[in-house]
């Protein structure tokens, strides 16, 4: 039985989160916490106040990107688990770009710190595209791997070209030019008091990714395309789509979003290229691409809810004995639930809604 469209996007997705999150609550008991109050902590540290929004949705623009980089991917049953790496280059775009010139205004910089950071973000992934698409070369295998090596180039880079005066491995600071507006410095034009956080205008640049890669999915002759191959290979071969097109430009794609995370993290916050950047953003993104569904709109509530998850555990940590780490225990049960044991739900909704089918209609059996 096909489920109604709402059931798959949103019930299933809302039973497993209850899942994921009783299961936690008992795991909080275990450690000597009231579930209940720990759960009021969170809620309030992530959307109780500006500052919990404001770092929230700072942690969610990551998140949007990173996560509509693996279901880009995901459409064409392809399974990108390098965004940490591609996210990494993209950084690593991003803060060339930055520390190129004296820039003396941000909207010069932005455009080409977007280009920088899309295509470094692209080329990392282009290259386990191509083994894929040429060599077969597993692409979960060579996006792992390239994670680590992205890494280590990355700290090769901040211990010798790129090193700024002193110990700590990182680049020297952005010009002040380059620096982002924030939240507090918008909504201080419009009159509104709002809590000083590093949420930055790539939310809105998030906002526009969404909204452009449901147009190309949804839209577009290659969204089809694209959607066709995912949905059956040799049907789409058959019909004229070329896999290694399709396999290079999905993967050029996702790299190119993972890589435009570098303008919130390196550009909108830290102002300077840090030995990680990234902070497991990119494994975040494949929870959220499948709590998501894979679609734009998922992925965007999918996002704002890890980002509260990220600023409540944050919250709990503060307050309480239950460790941050237990955001981490939260993320891998959604990611469990979500993902390995998504049939569990799906058999007994499927099971319910068929039920509901065939149960006759009030008044049909006295007819």
Known sequence: MILPKWADVVLIPLINLFLALFVSGLVVLLIGEDPVNA??????????????????????????????????????????????????????????????????????????????????????????????ARRGSHIVITTIMFNYIAYALLVYLLLGALKAPGMA????????????????????????????????????????ACFLIWLMLWRTRL?????????????????????????????????????????????????????DNVLGAGFVGIAVALMGRSHPVGVLIAAVLFGALYQGGAELEFETNVPREMVLVIQALVILFTGALDNMVRGPVEGAFLRLGRRPAPGAAAE
């Not at 600071?173 to 924030?182: D, E, I, V």
């Not at 809590?195 to 906002?207: D, G, I, K, Q």
Request: aromatic share 12%; glycine share 12%.
């Open 169 to 208: 491995p990182e680049s020297p600071r952005f010009p002040a030019g380059t620096f982002l507006p924030n939240a507090r410095d918008v909504f201080d034009m419009l009159g509104i008091n709002f809590a000083r956080s590093p949420l930055n205008v790539s939310f809105v640049l998030a906002l526009i």
């Open 39 to 132: 759960m009021k902590i969170m809620v309030k540290g992530a959307v109780g106040s500006t500052y919990g929004w404001g770092y929230t949705l700072f942690y969610a623009t990551n998140f949007i990107f990173t996560g509509l980089a693996v279901a880009v991917a995901f459409h064409a049953r392809l399974f990108n688990i390098g965004g940490e790496g591609q996210a990494q280059l993209g950084a690593l775009g991003v803060a060339l770009v930055c520390l190129a010139l004296p820039w003396p205004h941000w909207t010069l910089v932005l455009p080409f710190s977007i280009l920088g950071g899309a295509l470094f973000g692209a080329a990392w992934a282009a290259i386990p595209a191509y083994l894929q």
């Open 223 to 275: 969204g089809y395309e694209i959607r066709a191959y995912g949905q059956s290979e040799p049907a789409a071969i058959y019909a004229g789509i070329s896999p290694f097109r399709i396999t290079m430009i999905v993967m050029l794609i996702s790299g190119a979003l993972a890589g435009l995370m570098g303008v919130n993290a390196v550009q909108g916050e830290a102002q300077r290229l840090l030995q």
